[in-house]
Structure formats: C-alpha cells, structure tokens
C-alpha cells in the first residue's frame, strides 16, 4: 500500500529483503482502498504486502522471513534485551561524564553514576505508562498490594532518588528513599520467585516489557540498596 498519507512499512521491509537475497523485483502499489480490497479479495488474503516468486504466492513478510529460512520475531516472547540496553546506556553515561570529569574511566564516581542514570532510565520507562506499570507492579509488590497509591508513587521515587543521586544533592531525601524502595522490591520479588515460585514478568521495564521477573529484577534493588548505603556511609565518614 502506497497511499498519500500511509505507506506500508512491511512492503519496504519485503522489498529490501527481496533486494539482499538477489532477487529482481516488480513491485506493484496499491494506490487507494478500492484497490486494496480488491487485491485482497482476489487472492483471497486479509493483509498485503503479498509477495509472489516465480508466479506462487509466498505471502506476507513474516511468510517470507520463513520462506527464507529466517527468525521470525515473537512479540510475547521474554527478554532482557530492554534492560541490557538500560545498563549499557547508562554504563555509556557514566564513563563518559567521568572522562570529562576527571580524565579517567574508572572511579567510584563513575560506579555511583552508573547506578543512578539506571535507575533514572528504569522510571523513565515506567512513566512512559505509569497505569500498565501499576497493575504489572501489583502482580508481586508486598507493599502496592497493601497500598495501591504506592504503585503510582514509585517510579516518581525511583526517579527522584536516581537524579539526587547523580547530582549527589540532598542525600538526606536521596538516601532514604533509595533504601526503602530497595529493600522493599528486594524482599518483594525474592519472595515471588524463590519462596512462591511464581513465573510472572517483571515491570522493571514498565509495564509493556516481557522482561522474566528474577535475577535481573532483584539486581535493580540490590543496586539501590547498595547506593544508599554506600552513601549513608560516606555521609558519617
């Protein structure tokens, strides 16, 4: 479909997998909905692009991802790739204002900045639709059962902590904070996945990510526990 106001990105997509594959391609747009309907109609399909190699139709592009022999993405299967590209991302973050800092990758400071970008991304991917991550949140948090509000607070929290933190601003609201939400997703998501044994997905990502509540979800409140403290330490000093 090549229309005015739409174009088909599957149709771009087939063509360039076509284009790496060798092929030649005659590639016909189905330029108004009255076209559409009709080609639809007389091939006997619901969706287009459809793509035909020597005269059989192969299908849509996920068909020809299989034709050739190739992955084919499950939208409902589980990842970590969200929170790979967190922690690299923030990783990136804080190396790089540490070079430019103090001319040096490797400081504590760059630990510290580390931990807090991650939380600061993790709430911004949970503000993104504070609504899903609430009800995935309520799915395993000890505290959100007991109070839903919480469940809405928390990724303000997460963030608030995270950008004090960075800035290492009024540690007497940062610090707190960090180790409360911690200690409370800790002990919530422990209880979940090795007393209940419960497979569920983790809302570490918001509440849209197929990311497996476990290992990963439990590091995110060991990092803030571990910041909090860390600094309470540095506090008294």
């Known amino acids: 479909m090549v229309m005015e106001k739409h174009i088909c990105p599957f149709g771009i997509k087939s063509i360039h997998l076509l284009k790496r594959k060798g092929y030649a391609i005659d590639d016909h747009w189905l330029e108004t909905r009255e076209q559409t309907d009709a080609f639809k109609e007389k091939h006997g399909v619901e969706t287009t692009p459809q793509t035909?190699?020597?005269?059989?139709?192969?299908?849509?592009?996920?068909?020809?991802?299989?034709?050739?022999?190739?992955?084919?993405?499950?939208?409902?299967?589980?990842s970590y790739k969200p929170v790979i590209a967190v922690f690299a991302t923030a990783a990136a973050l804080a190396f790089a204002a540490c070079w430019v800092a103090f001319g040096t990758l490797v400081t504590w400071r760059a630990l510290e900045w580390f931990v807090s970008i991650s939380m600061m991304l993790l709430a911004m991917l949970k503000l993104q639709d504070v609504e899903k991550f609430s009800t995935m949140f309520?799915?395993?948090?000890?505290?959100?059962?007991?109070?839903?509000?919480?469940?809405?607070?928390?990724?303000?929290?997460?963030?608030?902590?995270?950008?004090?933190?960075?800035?290492?601003?009024?540690?007497?609201?940062?610090?707190?904070?960090?180790?409360?939400?911690?200690?409370?997703?800790?002990?919530?998501?422990?209880?979940?996945?090795?007393?209940?044994?419960?497979?569920?997905?983790?809302?570490?990502?918001?509440?849209?990510?197929?990311?497996?509540?476990g290992f990963v979800s439990l590091t995110e409140n060991l990092f803030m526990i571990g910041m909090g403290l860390a600094m309470l330490i540095r506090a008294f000093a």
Request: contains cysteine.
């Open 52 to 78: 035909f190699i020597g005269g059989q139709r192969i299908g849509g592009y996920t068909d020809l991802l299989k034709f050739f022999r190739m992955e084919v993405p499950d939208p409902s299967a589980k």
């Open 138 to 213: 309520l799915g395993y948090d000890l505290l959100a059962r007991r109070s839903v509000p919480y469940a809405y607070a928390y990724p303000f929290l997460e963030w608030l902590a995270g950008a004090l933190m960075t800035a290492r601003a009024l540690p007497w609201i940062s610090i707190p904070v960090s180790l409360f939400i911690g200690t409370v997703g800790a002990v919530s998501v422990y209880y979940a996945v090795y007393v209940q044994k419960r497979e569920l997905k983790c809302a570490c990502v918001g509440g849209s990510g197929n990311v497996p509540l």
